[in-house]
């Protein structure tokens, strides 16, 4: 069965340092979401694609955060420089192209960021 | 703006107990679609099921079971004799459904469950 695939899975960084996370989708899906999830809370959308292009980032911490897309397929998040705020799990999700199955989002394993 | 309630924050049942999860919603959208999803420990959300809001009809899949009652803008999740496996936390989840693409999923804070021998 197809994954949403993501790299690395734990990463931990210093504060003030760049940090870069990535993610390839199930192939085929047009949408892909990065959400952020702090502990013990339920997980909070940060970008959304449809293909290369962004529908929503209006949660983007656009000063440290960015995120692109560039050929509709695989995504990179980066932070930089990293606050100790930033200590998450990002997570990666994708959506099937298919207009009955579209708003249905699989999930990769995620990311856990911990910044010292 | 859309909002997800899961009062209960933990529940600790004994295996074979059947247990239900609370999830109250509140949109202005007259067509949404409302989903659970289960986290285990490694982190990762798996996908349940989901719920067109003109379909109100409860659902049944094995020792799974969602209520959904529109009326009081809630779609419970009822475990029947649960496991240890069944151990995660459970997210309720809902999206708007009248775009022309997908959109995002609006999270409740999650439910621990924690299933014991």
């Known amino acids: 069965e197809a994954e949403v695939a993501q790299s690395p899975r734990y990463k931990i960084t210093e504060k003030s340092q760049a940090v870069a996370f990535w993610c390839d989708p199930i192939?085929?899906?047009?949408?892909l979401y990065w959400y952020r999830q702090i502990l013990g809370q339920g997980p909070e959308l940060l970008v959304q694609?449809?293909?290369?292009?962004?529908?929503?980032d209006s949660q983007l911490p656009k000063d440290r955060f960015s995120a692109e897309r560039l050929k509709g397929v695989d995504s990179t998040l980066k932070i930089q420089p990293a606050e100790l705020g930033d200590s998450a799990m990002y997570l990666c999700a994708s959506s099937p192209r298919t207009s009955g199955r579209r708003y249905e989002q699989y999930f990769g394993p995620g990311t856990r960021l911990t910044v010292t | 703006a859309q909002k997800v309630t899961q009062a209960q924050t933990e529940i600790s049942v004994v295996e074979k107990e059947d247990v239900t999860l609370d999830c109250v919603y509140e949109t202005r959208d007259t067509t949404y679609y409302l989903f659970w999803y289960k986290q285990p420990p490694s982190g990762e959300l798996v996908f349940l099921i989901r719920?067109?809001?003109?379909?109100?009809q409860n659902e049944i899949s094995g020792r799974y079971s969602w209520n959904f009652q529109k009326s009081t803008s809630s779609f419970n999740f009822t475990i029947t004799a649960s496991q240890v496996v069944d151990s995660a936390v459970y997210f309720c989840a809902l999206s708007e459904a009248d775009t022309g693409t997908a959109s995002k999923l609006t999270f409740g804070t999650g439910t621990r469950l924690q299933v014991t021998l």
């Open positions: 192939s085929g899906h047009a949408t």
């Open positions: 719920r067109n809001s003109f379909d109100e």
């Open positions: 694609f449809q293909d290369e292009s962004v529908v929503d």
